[in-house]
């Protein structure tokens, strides 16, 4: 029996999340699926905004620092309430810089817990900027380090006793696979290696079980899944266990044991504050706590259930509907995170055509369409609606093409 608007509309009125799409300030007229790249806006953020400006900033000035809900625990704060999301525990992440910024950080730390190993290991689709960052780092350390690249299928044949730190994104950012955390961390930890994850994908749609798995390192971004708003901060985990031997070469003064006594010398704090840097971005960390606030009231499992029961009703609808597009995304739920990717010839053509009606994805050349599915406030319904402008899109483009050539 082919899907019908009725069938996903009885799906909705069955959503236990369908409530949680009112705590977003969503623009009419559009279907958003793009929360993958930025998320949506919280309703609560203007209001916390304006507090933070008018309260704390204007009224409270130099004092908002200060005391137990200062601006200085707010790394901390909103660090402790991603660590539920992630499987990790209080005090063993913390809110700060990009995520490019902190793989540099870990991963050269992740180096010097191996001084004598000098191979970081990823994957050649891992995310650009991910391997960028090594490259810089391998560059700068020079014969103290190399970066040796993968295919996916060769991962654990590529670690060997060379291999200092094993570095991935737990969700491909194109095709939405999932690597196996708990299996690939073993892996390395059997040939003596740490593990870096990146879950930018993952947090806030996908469960993830850091100390489940034994992670040594991860970091992630604040603006996907997790609602913080454009460029927000991002985050990063270090294990209990590594933490008094962390050592990472970015020794601003708020990662100082003492910022405040204002040393001569580099004193690194104790626990995981030592990977902090610089001053906190204040307001960007505001709009992020009410982010993950949303995140949070949901609850990883019923948003996992709903993201897998979303991303399976629209590849069966898009199949169903759309026979020039084919799935590049993996077909089981359960190797794939939330968001979904069909290649079309004319992809570039196609997605223009969406978002000029109100259909957001976005596009990964040459040929690849992404849709994210934030499970926090999409209806069912919406997968219809997408694909219905999809199928008109789509079918003027493909009968275009064949009356071209
Ligand atoms: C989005 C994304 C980033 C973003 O890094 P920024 O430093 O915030 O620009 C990094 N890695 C992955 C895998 C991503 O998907």
């Keep these: 029996m082919p899907l019908t608007r009725n069938d996903l509309a009885r799906l909705d009125a069955a959503d236990p999340l369908a409530g949680h799409r009112d705590a977003f300030d969503l623009p009419e007229g559009v279907i958003y699926l793009d929360g993958n790249s930025l998320g949506a806006m919280p309703r609560s953020v203007p209001g916390r905004m304006s507090r933070t400006l008018g309260t704390e900033w204007r009224t409270g000035l130099i004092r908002s620092w200060r005391g137990p809900e200062g601006w200085m625990t707010l790394p901390h704060r909103v660090g402790d309430a991603i660590a539920g999301l992630i499987g990790a525990q209080a005090g063993e992440v913390v809110v700060a810089d990009s995520t490019s910024v902190n793989l540099f950080k870990l991963l050269a730390a992740a180096l010097a817990m191996r001084p004598d190993r000098r191979t970081i290991l990823t994957e050649a689709d891992n995310f650009p900027t991910d391997i960028y960052m090594a490259q810089g780092l391998a560059r700068l350390l020079g014969d103290r380090a190399h970066l040796k690249v993968a295919k996916r299928a060769d991962l654990a044949a590529s670690l060997d006793d060379d291999t200092a730190v094993l570095t991935l994104t737990h969700v491909d950012y194109r095709t939405a696979e999932i690597h196996d955390m708990a299996g690939l961390t073993r892996r390395a930890h059997d040939k003596g290696a740490l593990v870096l994850w990146d879950l930018a994908h993952s947090a806030g749609a996908v469960p993830v079980d850091l100390n489940g798995a034994h992670a040594d390192l991860a970091v992630g971004c604040g603006y996907k899944y997790l609602n913080g708003g454009p460029g927000a901060p991002a985050y990063l985990f ?168």
Excluded at 298 to 313: C, D, F, H, I, W
Excluded at 385 to 403: C, E, F, P, Q, S
């Design 238 to 405: 270090v294990a209990r266990r590594h933490q008094d031997e962390l050592t990472q070469p970015l020794s601003g003064w708020l990662g100082h044991e003492a910022p405040f006594a204002f040393e001569p010398g580099y004193r690194p704090a104790s626990g995981i504050a030592r990977a902090l840097c610089g001053t906190p971005p204040v307001l960007s960390l505001s709009a992020l706590e009410e982010g993950v606030a949303t995140v949070a009231a949901a609850g990883m499992p019923a948003l996992r259930a709903k993201s897998m029961a979303l991303t399976q009703r629209f590849i069966e609808l898009v199949e169903q509907e759309c026979p020039g597009l084919t799935l590049f995304s993996p077909r089981d739920a359960e190797r794939r995170g939330s968001q979904v990717s069909f290649r079309h010839p004319r992809a570039e053509a196609v997605m223009e055509g969406l978002i000029a009606e109100g259909v957001i994805g976005d596009l990964r050349m040459p040929d690849v369409l992404r849709f994210g599915f934030a499970p926090l406030y999409l209806r069912f319904v919406d997968l219809w609606d997408a694909v219905a402008v999809l199928k008109r899109v789509a079918t003027a483009i493909d009968a275009r093409g064949a009356a071209a050539s």
